[in-house]
């Protein structure tokens, strides 16, 4: 239910595009049920351990917008996000991350049954962030297929499977943005986002 939720708060996409939509209901939605206490932070990453390596490209991939494989229209969606989540945090020093910019798109008025262009939508991300993050990893990604290497990734955000259970290392150099994924961040009615 949640992941489907989710789908709402994103404009309409086209079909080649079916990847954005679900890609971000996919990492959303532990995220999501993290942040109201609904899974914990290590049930979070052993799933994306287990199920992001899924989403990356195989033989004959030809980029995001034109392989509708399940794995890479789910998963590799999820990978576009993480990617763009984590880079997003980098260039803000944590101070922005996927959820401002998916905020931002969702307050446009736009919602499931409005058709936008992805340019539009990641502009609108974009500007909310202050980065241009969103629309860079789509002209990387859209048309080739990129394999970012996720073993290095989770390493950098101090994540180990150790005897089938994940642990956190908070000295790795991107710990902090690790935990901030998952922070609880909300709109104070005068301040601006505060974090919990």
Same mark, same amino acid.
């Given at each position: ?18 990847w %954005? ?7 959303v ?7 109201s ?6 049930? *979070?990453?052993?799933e994306? *351990?287990?199920s ?11 980029? %995001? ?5 399940w ?8 990978v576009?996000?993480?990617l ?13 991350? %996927? ?7 969702a307050?446009s ?13 990641f502009?609108?991300g974009?500007a909310?962030?202050?980065t241009?993050? *969103? ?6 990604m859209?048309?080739q ?11 950098? %955000? ?26 609880v961040?909300?709109l ?9």
């Amino acid at each position: 239910m949640v992941h489907e939720m989710i789908h709402l708060s994103l404009p309409g996409v086209a079909d080649d595009h079916n990847w %954005l939509a679900e890609g971000v209901a996919t990492y959303v939605e532990g995220i999501a049920r993290v942040q109201s206490a609904n899974m914990t932070e290590a049930q *979070l990453w052993e799933e994306y *351990l287990l199920s992001m390596p899924k989403g990356l490209p195989q033989a004959h991939d030809r980029g %995001l917008d034109r392989t509708h494989t399940w794995a890479r229209t789910y998963w590799g969606g999820a990978v576009y996000c993480l990617l763009a989540d984590v880079k997003i945090r980098e260039q803000t020093g944590d101070r922005y991350g %996927l959820q401002d910019a998916l905020r931002a798109i969702a307050e446009s008025g736009a919602g499931m049954p409005t058709p936008w262009s992805v340019e539009r939508i990641f502009a609108t991300g974009d500007a909310a962030t202050g980065t241009s993050v *969103l629309s860079d990893l789509y002209h990387e990604m859209k048309d080739q297929p990129v394999s970012p290497v996720l073993t290095r990734l989770w390493k950098d %955000l101090g994540i180990r499977q150790i005897n089938g259970r994940v642990q956190f290392d908070d000295s790795a150099w991107l710990a902090t943005t690790r935990r901030a994924i998952t922070r609880v961040k909300y709109l104070h009615p005068t301040d601006g986002p505060i974090e919990q």
